[in-house]
């Protein structure tokens, strides 16, 4: 019997524990399944990075036929070409389902800041979303939040006040009454000065401005000041009845105000890019533009496509608010959150830089700092480059001929995009060039040759060493004079030919461009020489004989054979 007691009493402390662990386990976290807010649907599936990608066959049977961007979102997730607008549209909605409350409760996410006094308790604000901004991934140990010049904060606060107990005896009576209790006053502040404030609201929507230089840190602070007033009566018995009652009492009232404040931070980096541009024009009508901008950006629009530099984009609901603790003077609550703010993020794609079209437009060349790639969180299922990466600072292109007469280029930030006429930009001038190519000397092993390089038309001698570039003979760089040539010896080729190529420097650079261009020489003794000549000779004659074949044939004129007057 004892034994079975004892096992009975050992099954009853392990339910308590069960239950107990039960009723502390956080709760259940998930994103939304259908769309909301305002969020088209086909919009809305590509928002969700980071959540669990697995086919959810419910929600598809719920919904119907399942649209094609929400089976793909369910299994991996979207990378984006630019910022979506749906993110501020979500959370400007979302922001709303923050649930009503009343003095006897304080709702609030679990690691927001939290203050109480001797009245207020658990008084607490927290950033929901600032907006415009970007969280750049940048290497990994650096991150930062960068934020338009001027944008939104939305916050959500809130607080409970305890009222202490009336205390009555017969000779004396504490009484308690709550008058009035606010959030007095909600404000943000930019590096500790208030730029914009509001009263009232647990849900306040506040506009915040950076000052200062592109790239500088600053701290946005949302800060709420709760107030209480309490009404105190002491009721002193000042004549006692002869049955110990009281006949009259000394009252005294006292009123009390009590404010509590309590703020949280967000750093950010001011984002505003500044760009500085050259344009060219090739002398086949192609256009040739570089840009550069001196903090991360997206790329640039041209009339005949775009370039895209290393960035892509991924937006993810904030963990921080999966769940809300609803607290009151005896227990606290965690329970799933109404609220899931999404967050936008940018990070160096695997692709790198690309141009659209292909066939119209191609990038030159990608200049920048060589950062380490950063890693992904394990929840993101998204490629990012490995190893290393040249942040794209800088882009230069060619396209296809077309009039370019405004350079745009787009921020990483979403609305923050910059835009200027090519008629305030650096032109640079693009010469064709010609490079001929003659044998000096032949010896059994060696060839010397010598390379002429000059500006076609009017054949300007290109000096190399001065201009950027350099011709490749044999295999070997090599620099022209201020003659523009070169003498250079170089092995006998089995193939019996020797080539030689120009590779012009970057016209953005050098202030000046010239195309590039090549020449070939055939070596193998006079005979070859030769023959060489009487097959050019050959191939020409034969050509005109072809044309006046034709021409006897398609036309009146008798001219065939060319002998038919002799």
């Known amino acids: 019997m004892g034994s079975e007691r004892g096992s009975g009493v050992t099954v009853l402390v392990g339910l308590l524990a069960v239950l107990t662990i039960v009723a502390t386990l956080p709760a259940t976290a998930h994103p939304p399944q259908y769309p909301d807010h305002g969020v088209p649907p086909d919009t809305f599936y590509t928002l969700w990075s980071g959540d669990s990608d697995a086919p959810q066959e419910s929600a598809s049977a719920r919904s119907g036929s399942p649209r094609p961007l929400r089976v793909v979102a369910n299994r991996t997730d979207i990378p984006l070409d630019r910022p979506p607008k749906a993110v501020e549209t979500w959370n400007d909605g979302d922001h709303q389902e923050f649930p009503p409350t009343n003095r006897t409760i304080s709702i609030y996410p ?20 600032l907006g415009p901004s970007t969280e750049a991934r940048l290497s990994p140990s650096s991150d930062p939040r960068y934020a338009a010049p001027s944008g939104t904060v939305r916050g959500v606060a809130d607080y409970r006040v305890e009222v202490p107990s009336d205390q009555e005896s017969d000779l004396r009576r504490v009484n308690w009454t709550l008058g009035d209790h606010r959030i007095n006053r909600t404000t943000v502040l930019v590096d500790g000065e208030a730029v914009n404030a509001t009263n009232g609201t647990h849900t306040p929507v506040l506009a915040y401005r950076l000052e200062g230089m592109a790239g500088e840190t600053h701290t946005i602070t949302l800060r709420l000041r709760a107030t209480a007033e309490l009404r105190k009566e002491i009721a002193v018995c000042r004549e006692r009845s002869e049955s110990d009652g009281c006949l009259d009492w000394d009252r005294h009232v006292t009123t009390l105000r009590e404010n509590v404040t309590v703020h949280e931070n967000h750093t950010v980096v001011k984002y505003d890019p500044q760009m500085s541009a050259s344009v060219a024009r090739y ?39 999966d769940t809300l603790i609803h607290s009151t003077a005896t227990r606290g609550k965690q329970i799933h959150s109404p609220l ?36 992904l969180p394990d929840v993101v299922n998204l490629d990012v480059i490995d190893g290393t990466y040249t942040a794209s600072f800088g882009i230069a292109s060619r396209a296809e001929a077309a009039d370019v007469s405004r350079v745009s280029a787009l921020g990483l930030v979403r609305g923050v995009n910059t835009a200027r006429s090519t008629e305030g930009l650096a032109r640079v001038d693009i010469d064709r060039t010609r490079l001929t190519l003659d044998v000096v000397t032949e010896t059994n092993d060696s060839i010397t040759v010598r390379a002429h390089l000059r500006t076609e038309g009017s054949g300007v001698p290109i000096n190399t060493t001065a201009k950027g570039g350099y011709i490749v003979v044999g295999g070997e760089r090599v620099n022209t004079t201020g003659t523009g040539t070169i003498r250079e010896t170089v092995p006998k080729s089995p193939s019996r030919t020797i080539t030689a190529r120009y590779v012009p420097g970057e016209w953005w650079l050098e202030g000046h461009g010239y195309t590039a261009d090549s020449a070939a020489v055939s070596i193998g003794g006079p005979q070859l020489q030769v023959a060489s000549t009487l097959y050019t000779l050959g191939v020409a004659v034969g050509l005109s004989l072809v044309a006046v074949f034709l021409l006897d044939r398609v036309t009146p004129a008798q001219l065939w054979p060319p002998w038919r007057r002799l």
């Open 110 to 129: 679990p690691e927001a800041p939290r203050e109480s006094g001797r009245f207020i308790k658990e008084a607490s604000v927290s950033i929901f979303s």
């Open 283 to 321: 002398p086949d009508g192609d256009v040739g533009l570089v840009v550069y901008q001196n903090q991360p950006w997206l790329g640039y629009r041209l009339p005949n496509g775009d370039v895209r530099g290393v960035w892509r984009f991924y937006s993810a609901r904030d963990p921080q608010w």
């Open 340 to 375: 899931h703010p999404l967050r936008i993020f940018a990070y160096p794609i695997s692709t790198g830089p690309t141009p659209t079209p292909r066939g119209k437009v191609s990038i030159l060349d990608i200049y920048g700092p060589e950062r380490r790639a950063p890693s």
